[in-house]
């Protein structure tokens, strides 16, 4: 944060209109080659390939414990890939520590939001964006104010981020990730945990999000919520691609069925 300054309190007359994310224009395509990850004799990622185009959302299904989020801590260098390659936009980030993936553009929610819970909500995206996006601290406000707005946050901007209910817990996470100007946009059961109508409002946030050009993927059990955003689907199952198709397709898939919703053909 700022050497001795605080970031100023947000009023709602300092939305001045919902602003494109940065970095868009750029390539954001995602390509995983024969990618793996073994924790001792176990391979929780067992080879997994796949392409995702720009402007594309990937929504990733599978039961507990078949290694999906263990893949996403693989794309943003959380883990390294004991085998395998990862490329971004044409680079090979394989290699690439965790804080250069975020500079090149990959943003990720928790499954669990982890906010920094003493801060305000508009300190959080300043924290995000200074840090994640690399700005200086006075160059971030404005976003961070615009990004409030578009997450239906900013009645929420001046309280302690610890004191938000699930919804808007769910919501910062989204709104942190997008403070980092992500290209690809990793969703981690964001809409776990949500009531009906919760869930509801939060895809018509992903929808604006994904008219704004950004590669999303999303992990998540709720099914209806994913396959209103979704282009594609991806089913892993004991770390392997299970499946891998158009939504409708994928879901009517006799394997799909009884692996991941315990249905017999």
């Known amino acids: 944060m700022g050497e001795s300054n605080t970031p100023p309190s947000v009023r709602a007359d300092d939305v001045v209109g919902v602003a494109g994310v940065a970095g868009v224009a750029g390539a954001a ?21 796949l392409r995702v185009a720009q402007g594309e959302t990937l929504g990733i299904l599978g039961p507990n414990g078949a290694g999906k989020t263990t893949l996403f801590n693989l ?8 085998a395998g390659s990862i490329v971004l936009g044409g680079q090979d980030i394989t290699r690439h520590a965790p804080h250069r993936r ?26 995000a964006a200074s840090f994640g996006a690399g700005k200086p601290e006075a160059a971030t406000y404005a976003r961070a104010v615009d990004i409030l707005g578009e997450t239906g946050l900013l009645p929420q ?34 809409a776990a945990g949500l009531t009906e109508a919760e869930a509801a409002l939060l895809v018509d946030e992903l929808r604006r999000i994904k008219g704004q050009g950004i590669t999303m993927i999303w ?42 919703l315990g249905l017999e053909a």
């Open 29 to 49: 395509h995602l390509a995983l080659d024969g990618v793996c990850k073994r924790f001792g004799a176990l391979r929780v990622v067992d080879g997994i390939s």
């Open 157 to 190: 901007a001046n309280r302690p981020a610890a004191s938000l209910r699930l919804l808007d817990r769910k919501r910062l996470e989204l709104a942190r990730a997008l403070a980092t100007e992500p290209r690809l946009l990793l969703l981690d059961e964001i």
């Open 75 to 82: 794309i943003t260098g959380d883990l390294r890939a004991d």
């Open 102 to 127: 975020c500079r090149l553009g990959i943003g990720r929610s928790y499954q669990i939001p982890q906010p920094w819970g003493a801060m305000t909500v508009f300190e959080n995206l300043v924290a």
């Open 219 to 260: 992990i998540e059990h709720v099914v209806h919520a994913l396959l209103a955003v979704a282009d594609r689907l991806l089913v892993i199952s004991q770390g392997k691609s299970l499946a891998e198709g158009a939504p409708a397709a994928v879901i009517e898939d006799p394997e799909v069925k009884r692996v991941y």
